[in-house]
Every structure is written in C-alpha cells, then in structure tokens.
C-alpha cells in the first residue's frame, strides 16, 4: 500500500492509474499530477521500457512547464508499453484500446511523445473527442514543422543576450542535435542576425566558424542523410560540438548530455536548453559559478505545448506564434531578473517561478 503512494508530496499526483485491457494486449499508465491550473495536458510515450515512475517524474515536469508558460493547464503524462515500430494495425488498436480506456479521465488530455505521433492523437481524438497535436486535417497545428519549440528558444536568448552583454547580430551559435527543435532554433536565430558555426546529429558534428549553409543541412537532414555529409566544413566527431568556438549553446537532442566531467569544455556564455534536461543539476551550478547564463529547459523550450495549448483552444498558427513570443518573452525576462536578484542559479528561480503559479492556483480550489 505504501509503495503506491510513494511519488505522493504535497502538489501531487492526484492520480495514477493503470490501465490493462486483455483483449489487445494494452498495457499503459497515467499519471495526472496536478491540475489546479486547469486540466492535465502531456504526452503519450510508448516503449517498452517505460515505468510509472517515468509516468510520473514526466507528469510532474509538465505540471511545472505549464505553469510556468501560464497556460490554464496542469501536468499529466502515460505511458504504453510496447515496440512503437510495431505493426501498424496493432498499434492502432493498441491506441484505441488506450483512448477508450482514459476516456472517463476527463483531466487528462493526450498529446504526442516519444513513440506516438499526430496520427495516433487523430485515433484518440476519434474515440473520445479529445487530444491535442492533431494531424491539420482536422484542426492541428503541425508544431515541428513549424517549429514552435525552437521558435520560443530563440525568443529566450534575445532575451538572455541582454543580460550577457550579447548582441545577437554576428553571435556565433552551436547547436547539438539538428533535429526538429535544433533546426528551427537556427534558423530563427539566423533571422535575428546570429551566425550557425556548428551543428551536431548522431553521427558527426560539422563546424565552420565563417557559418554554415542551413539549406544544406536542411537538404541532409530532410534527404534522411547525416550531417557528415555536408560540402564544407571540417567535419569532427559527435560530441565535438561540445567544445566549440561560439557564444550560444544549444543542446537538442537527448537528456545529460552535459556532465560533471565535460562541462568544462563548453565555452559559450549563453545556453539555451532546447532538450529536457540537458545538464545534471551539478553541471548547471558549475556553469552559473563561471558566469555562463543558462535558460532552464522548461522555461526555453516550452514552444511545443504553448502550441498544443493553443490548438487545443482552436487558435491558429499565428495565434501559436504570437502567444509563444508573448509567454517565452515574459517568463525568460522574469526568470531571469528574479535569478540576478536573488543570485541563484536561473533553474532556482523557474522552479520558484512554476511552483508559486501552482499553489496560487492550489489556494482557488475548493478545499
Ligand atoms: P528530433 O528527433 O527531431 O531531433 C533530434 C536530433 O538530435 C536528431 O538530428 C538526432 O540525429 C540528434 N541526436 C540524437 N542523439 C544525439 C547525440 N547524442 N548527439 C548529437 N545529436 C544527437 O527530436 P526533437 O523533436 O528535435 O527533440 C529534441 C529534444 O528536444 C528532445 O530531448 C525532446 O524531448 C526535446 N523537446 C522537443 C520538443 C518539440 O517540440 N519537438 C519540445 C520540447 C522539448
């Protein structure tokens, strides 16, 4: 009895409920955190190796990312077990059996994750009326096609360069992971006058301090080919775009990339963190103690569910756009003032930040 209540504080979970359905073979959990802001939205994962506890640490890092973003939405997450390059008839009886099964959970609203995409939101959308990150033909807004996440990524560092001492025209960008996220980060600060002097993917990174052809690392990329194919450039090992020559940072692709042991290669005074926990908690107070500006994941890559939010509400891509410049704007302006005043590390004060929204909206509930 005890162990099931072991993720238990005082913001949440307010549920965790695992589900089976026999007849598909459906195995799943949700974990709905907290939803005094409004209703849980988060992601779907599948994989096989999934947890509740995973379920959960995810649910909690969306109660604080939606809360932080100001959206009226609390922090939710599930999982399901299994292969998502599965058979494609069975994942979708599989997802079905899913909708079917939370469609009572009318606190939880699904999105995509790893493993389930906007066709399979289209499945649960279907059975249950709701979901958010739809596919366009039925009222989505396609978010990294767009990039909504890297367009409020480099939202936060026009911010940020102004309490470095950065001016973004001419600033030298090194950008970890060209993926969804990392591309239109880029390009976005391109737009603002920075320069792309490396980018990295799983197999190479490619570095050119005079700046790099985005249209060719976009033709790569969309071609299915990695970016050690580009026509210039020295090309270096993955991790190399770690020690890069360049004055933002920004990691995209996958968790703890940045350690103990490697911190010290990075030499940028800004880090934008467009990945979920990019930098272990130690590596992040390395980096505030030699006065590199670090924007806390939750605060600077919140683009996507500011997105998902606004579809949800039926707005359209520029109605996306413009609340994403609004909510990123603001948030990194206070968040960052708040760290200079106080002195702390920037993530203390987004948690700050998250948490003082929650229990604000705690204190409104019925009690
Ligand atoms: P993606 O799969 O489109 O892109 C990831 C890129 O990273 C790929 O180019 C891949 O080759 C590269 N990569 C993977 N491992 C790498 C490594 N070890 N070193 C260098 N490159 C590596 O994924 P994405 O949607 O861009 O998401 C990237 C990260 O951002 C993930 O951590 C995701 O959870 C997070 N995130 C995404 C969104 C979103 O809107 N897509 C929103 C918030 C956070």
Wanted: hydrophobic fraction near 45%.
């Amino acid at each position: 009895m005890e162990g099931m209540f072991r993720f238990a504080d005082d913001l949440g979970p307010i549920k965790i409920v695992h589900i089976h359905d026999p007849a598909t073979g459906l195995k799943a959990v949700v974990a709905i955190d907290n939803v005094a802001c409004g209703p849980a939205i988060g992601g779907v994962r599948m994989a096989v190796d999934v947890s509740a506890e995973e379920a959960f640490r995810l649910a909690r890092a969306m109660t604080f990312k939606n809360s932080a973003a100001g959206l009226p939405h609390g922090g939710g997450k599930s999982v399901i077990f299994g292969d998502p390059r599965m058979d494609i008839g069975q994942k979708e009886r599989i997802v079905r059996a899913f909708a079917r099964a939370i469609r009572d959970l009318g606190e939880y609203i699904p999105g995509p994750d790893m493993g389930t995409d906007e066709r399979c939101m289209g499945w649960i959308k279907d059975e249950i009326g709701r979901a958010a990150g739809l596919p366009p033909e039925i009222g989505g807004i396609p978010l990294d096609e767009i990039g909504a996440t890297g367009f409020g990524l480099a939202v936060a560092v026009e911010v940020a360069a102004r309490f470095c001492d950065l001016k973004l025209a001419g600033a030298r960008v090194a950008v970890q992971g060209y993926g969804s996220v990392g591309r239109h980060a880029a390009r976005f600060l391109a737009q603002k006058g920075a320069i792309l002097v490396a980018a990295s993917d799983t197999k190479a990174t490619v570095h050119d301090p005079n700046g790099l052809d985005l249209a060719a690392l976009d033709a790569l990329k969309s071609g299915g080919r990695s970016l050690d194919g580009y026509p210039g450039g020295r090309k270096l090992d993955r991790d190399a775009v770690i020690g890069v020559e360049c004055d933002i940072w920004i990691p995209a692709a996958r968790p703890d990339v940045i350690r103990a042991e490697n911190v010290s290669r990075l030499k940028a005074r800004l880090i934008a963190q467009g990945a979920n926990i990019p930098i272990t908690p130690d590596a992040e107070r390395t980096l505030h103690e030699r006065g590199v500006l670090s924007i806390p994941d939750f605060i600077a890559n919140a683009g996507g569910v500011i997105c998902a939010a606004t579809e949800y509400r039926g707005g359209t891509q520029s109605d996306a756009f413009r609340v994403i410049e609004e909510k990123i704007r603001a948030n990194t302006e206070t968040v960052l003032k708040e760290a200079r005043s106080a002195g702390t590390p920037p993530r203390t004060a987004a948690v700050a930040l998250a948490e003082r929204r929650v229990r604000a909206a705690m204190a409104l509930r019925r009690r």
